[in-house]
């Protein structure tokens, strides 16, 4: 069974540009969480996919948006790159809103942005 | 809205107890989560406690108090492997949807 798969592992982009991060989700799991964890901080709910929809969105603007596709897989697009975008992305799968056998969520090695 | 407080940093003992705490004010309440994120790595699941009292997980037990907001990992035996991030996150309904306490970063010395 391969786990949450997360690409790129780094990137470096410059303020005003624009990135995509993307994951695979666990085999089996149709719902995806993205979270954005500053350092020394911790993850911060950014939006979640269930079935190619958007089931929920955390307090962040329209520039973060995301995709789920057909085999569950997602994307984080993150539009006009701040300095305090610089973080670290995680994106986190279950088989389901309710989580895993005892709710708990699968996640990824993370990308991590830094933006200069 | 949600409230979450837990210690920011926590010095143990390699072999000896610690208990990490954390105080909440959330609504929509369904539970309470501990993850484990050992540093430049993802968090991993720890425990998941829906009803009040203590859940015993071989050298990591969880206990919560749902009147009073409340919940602790207790660590035994420490390891120096434990030295990590301890992040708490009560939950609702989906649990997908969590919000993360700034986690407790415990050092195990030798």
């Known amino acids: 069974e391969t786990g949450v798969t997360q690409s790129p592992t780094h990137l470096i982009k410059t303020r005003g540009q624009q990135v995509t991060l993307r994951c695979s989700s666990q085999?089996?799991?149709?719902?995806v969480s993205w979270y954005q964890q500053a350092l020394g901080q911790g993850p911060q709910f950014i939006f979640q996919?269930?079935?190619?929809?958007?089931?929920g969105r955390g307090n962040f603007p329209p520039r973060f948006s995301g995709l789920q596709f057909p085999n569950y897989s997602s994307e984080l697009n993150v539009n006009a790159l701040e300095l305090d975008d610089s973080a670290l992305y995680l994106c986190a799968s279950s088989p389901g809103m309710r989580g895993g056998p005892s709710g708990e969520l699968f996640f990824g090695e993370g990308s991590r942005l830094t933006v200069l | 809205g949600q409230n979450i407080d837990q210690p920011t940093e926590m010095t143990a003992t390699e072999g000896a107890i610690v208990q990490i705490n954390c105080t909440y004010q959330?609504?929509?309440?369904?539970?309470l989560f501990w993850y484990q994120q050992h540093a430049g790595e993802a968090p991993t699941f720890l425990s998941y406690?829906?009803?009040?009292g203590l859940e015993e997980k071989g050298r990591f037990s969880s206990f919560l108090s749902r009147s009073k907001g409340y919940s602790y990992l207790l660590l035994k035996e420490l390891q120096m492997k434990d030295s990590a991030s301890y992040l708490c996150?009560?939950?609702?309904?989906?649990?997908?949807?969590?919000?993360f306490g700034q986690g407790t970063t415990l050092q195990v010395k030798p």
């Open positions: 996919y269930y079935r190619e929809e958007e089931n």
């Open positions: 996150a009560p939950g609702g309904g989906n649990t997908g949807k969590l919000i």
């Open positions: 085999s089996g799991h149709n719902t």
């Open positions: 959330t609504s929509g309440f369904n539970g």
């Open positions: 406690n829906v009803l009040d």
